[in-house]
């Protein structure tokens, strides 16, 4: 075979290979279900305001709802060693196997949620083995038992907020094709996280982690539901401040719009308000089991209130309840309308 035809075959293969893994990999990171319904929202809004004649709004671009980077999301703390003296004295007790693991060559590097899951053990041993020291000894670990008392809420924020899989899962990566059991669980597995958090649990955390890795991403619907929020409540004032009861031809322009670009969308909107709200759920219960006794730096704070407002649950300002009220804003808006015209939108229930 000569060789230019060998090099056109081998380049087609790869073409061919890369194509296929590119779509394996989520479609080659094509848009989410939910970013298009946002940005056919976004399309609805544009047509109502072509016909009442109104300038177009300017599309907001969302960045409180984007994950913060991991340097902002990183709380420090100090790697405290147990001194070789300090060692021979606990000889015997749990604490001593628990010290040699860490200082290991593969205990010297630990990913978050390990980091977390052997500070919890240094605690259970650090309580189990000071009734049995002497004074002196006693009093030292129990100074560093302190130490790790105040340090665990640290422990746990990074253990949460500093795994890939967790930070995959808030972004806006393609699931994985290895790994999880049920995609469309993520939620639930928020909720098992914070439960083994308030446990001490780590197989459960990691478990709960793992389970992450066949979901779609939340970060997109979270973007879609601010988006679709605000689209709707920009089209409730449009038509509030618009649009007279008189059934005319402008009028009647809306109602088809609202036929052909609005309705279609109702069965999405729909899942997104469903899903939407068990992802605030899950979100708040994580903040819930993490952010005791410790000092959120700024992106994080904007990050937990944009996702759950003021409350700690989410569902009374967050960006799930203001989809909902955009949702009910529009339909009240269009309520006039269609009365006018004989027809009523029907609301979120």
């Not at 928020?190 to 439960?195: G, P, T, V």
């Not at 955009?326 to 609301?347: D, K, L, T, Y």
Request: proline share 6%.
């Amino acid at each position: 075979m000569p060789l230019a035809i060998q090099r056109a075959y081998a380049s087609l293969s790869l073409a061919i290979f890369l194509t296929a893994a590119c779509f394996l990999s989520a479609g080659c990171q094509a848009r989410s279900t939910e970013s298009v319904v946002a940005t056919k929202v976004v399309r609805y809004r544009e047509t109502i305001e072509q016909i009442l004649k109104q300038p177009s709004s300017e599309t907001q671009k969302i960045t409180a709802l984007k994950l913060p980077d991991r340097s902002a999301r990183r709380m420090e703390v100090a790697d405290q060693r147990i001194t070789p003296l300090d060692f021979l004295a606990i000889i015997g007790c749990p604490l001593s196997e628990i010290v040699a693991e860490r200082n290991a060559p593969l205990g010297k590097v630990l990913v978050p949620t390990r980091r977390l899951a052997h500070e919890w053990l240094v605690l259970e041993a650090l309580e189990t083995c000071l009734p049995g020291l002497k004074t002196e000894r006693a009093e030292k670990l129990r100074a560093q038992l302190n130490l790790k008392r105040a340090e665990r809420p640290l422990h746990q924020w990074n253990g949460v907020w500093l795994d890939r899989d967790l930070e995959r899962f808030l972004s806006s990566g393609p699931p994985s094709l290895m790994g999880g059991k049920s995609s469309g669980d993520g939620p639930k597995q928020l909720l098992r996280a914070a439960e083994a958090i308030e446990a001490r649990d780590a197989s459960a955390l990691q478990s709960a982690f793992e389970q992450l890795r066949d979901d779609p991403a939340m970060g997109p619907r979270l973007r879609a539901l601010d988006t679709v929020a605000r689209e709707l409540k920009l089209v409730a004032t449009l038509i509030e401040e618009g649009v007279t009861t008189v059934c005319d031809k402008r009028n009647r322009q809306l109602i088809l719009s609202f036929r052909d670009e609005y309705m279609p969308l109702q069965a999405s909107l729909g899942m997104l308000d469903r899903s939407g709200r068990e992802d605030v759920e899950g979100l708040a219960a994580l903040f819930r089991a993490t952010s005791q006794a410790v000092d959120m730096s700024k992106p994080m704070e904007r990050f937990q209130f944009a996702v759950l407002g003021s409350s700690s649950d989410g569902f009374s300002d967050g960006v799930w309840a203001r989809f909902r009220q955009g949702s009910r804003s529009h339909a009240a808006a269009w309520g006039p309308v269609f009365e006018g015209c004989g027809g009523m939108p029907s609301p979120l229930p």
